[in-house]
């Protein structure tokens, strides 16, 4: 399974654009890179998930280049609520037991 | 549907007690996890199904049992309680290829 790394902690405003980028230096052909987010006292929820190039969906992007090594969360025009852990997964989604490796993650803060 | 359900919410335990934390999924999902999360930290995988009657353990096993007797219950067992198993447990079930889905947690503290 690959190690992922993270920024521990990162703060912003409201308003603003936040990045979270993620290294994955030994993917796998099979992983997929998957982003899962934490708020205080729930589980975590799953965010966003792709293989290469660009993923949108209605509250991320993912961007990941063609050595697909790292990825970056992209979070536009955060507000308050988006205050939470996000955590950087890679997956096997070829099959099997689909076991996830949590990190600690990033810890996010808005800030008014 | 309601998704990934998990009693209790809340228990405290005295060391050398044993208790079972119940988790339920209505989604018809084949694979469940359980996972710990200590302060702080990421989750751990404690055991994992990939369907009735298979289970197998993850990452940290030890203290902990389980059983799948059908697709939607996973409970995990918990002999002899011990302070270091004090930890925040969440249940997640998924597909074939899908994502987890996560349960709420049950907060446990053994004193």
């Known amino acids: 399974l690959a190690k992922t790394t993270q920024p521990i902690s990162m703060d912003s405003y409201e308003g603003q654009e936040v990045n979270i980028t993620c290294s994955h230096n030994n993917i796998a052909t099979n992983d997929y890179i998957t982003w899962y987010q934490q708020f205080p006292s729930q589980g975590p929820r799953f965010i966003i998930q792709?293989?290469?190039t660009k993923v949108t969906n209605e509250v991320a992007s993912l961007f990941i280049p063609a050595d697909r090594k790292s990825s970056t969360l992209s979070l536009p025009r955060v507000s308050l609520s988006d205050t939470a852990v996000y955590y950087c997964?890679?997956?096997?989604?070829?099959?099997?037991?689909?076991?996830?490796?949590f990190g600690a993650g990033t810890r996010l803060a808005v800030h008014p | 549907n309601a998704g990934v359900t998990q009693t209790p919410k809340f228990r405290i335990l005295k060391i050398g007690q044993s208790m079972t934390l119940q988790c339920t999924q209505d989604m018809n999902h084949n694979y469940m996890y359980w996972y710990r999360q200590d302060p702080g930290m990421g989750l751990k995988l404690i055991y994992y199904?990939?369907?009735?009657?298979?289970?197998d353990k993850g990452e940290v096993p030890n203290g902990y049992n389980v059983s799948r007797s059908t697709t939607e219950d996973f409970p995990l067992r918990l002999e002899l309680a011990a302070p270091s198993q004090t930890s925040v447990y969440f249940c997640a079930s998924r597909r074939q290829t899908d994502t987890q889905y996560f349960g709420p947690g049950t907060r446990l503290t053994v004193l």
């Open positions: 199904s990939v369907g009735a009657g298979i289970t």
């Open positions: 792709g293989y290469k």
């Open positions: 997964l890679v997956v096997d989604r070829s099959g099997g037991y689909n076991k996830l490796i």
